[in-house]
Structures are given as C-alpha cells and as structure tokens.
C-alpha cells in the first residue's frame, strides 16, 4: 500500500466495487475507527459477507490481507484525529490572536 489514505482508496474504488465488496466497504466507511477492532468475522457478520469475501476485499484493495486493512484503517483514523486536533488548535490560535 502507498501513502493513500485507505479511506480515500476505498471511496474511489467504491462505485466499480462488486456488490459484496460494496458492502463491506460500506461497514468500514460508517465508522473507520471502531472498525478498527473488528475481528474478520465481526466484520463478514456485520457485512452480511463470508470471512472469504472479507479476505478477498482486502486482496481487492492491494492489501496483504485483513490484519494490514486494520492497520491502514487505525493510520487514516489517526490521521483524521491530527487534522481535526490542529485545525482546533489554528481555531483557538486565530480567537485568542
């Protein structure tokens, strides 16, 4: 995986996605964060999916496989902390200057 947010990665793949993986897709994008503690079979359970949809979701994305999907989902739910942590700290900066 390159530096693309997985996020980002799975948006735009999202409309060419079959309709299993679409699913799954849209299981992460409700909450990306909490998403990054699901086991594969919480995931396939709440996706309505088998754990090999879920494997092959992840192969989709150019992932190694399900524990490297957490991985980028916890990244780009880190990075969405810091953005919205320093776009409240540029808020308070411009109400205290």
């Known amino acids: 995986m390159n530096d ?3 996020i980002n990665v799975i ?3 999202l409309a060419g996605m079959r309709p ?9 994008l409700e909450d990306p964060a909490r998403a990054v ?4 079979s919480q995931l396939a359970r709440l996706a309505t999916v088998s754990d090999a ?4 979701f992840c192969k989709s ?6 524990h490297q ?14 953005y919205y942590q320093q776009v409240n ?3 308070i900066q411009k109400s205290i200057g």
Do not use: C, H, W
């Open 69 to 82: 999907l957490k991985i980028e989902l916890a990244k780009a739910a880190n990075d969405q902390t810091n």
């Open 89 to 91: 700290a540029d808020n």
């Open 61 to 66: 994305l150019a992932l190694t496989g399900f």
């Open 11 to 13: 948006y735009s793949k």
């Open 37 to 40: 503690d699901f086991t594969i």
């Open 20 to 28: 299993t993986d679409q699913k799954i897709a849209q299981v992460l």
């Open 4 to 6: 693309q947010n997985i």
């Open 53 to 56: 949809s879920v494997t092959r």
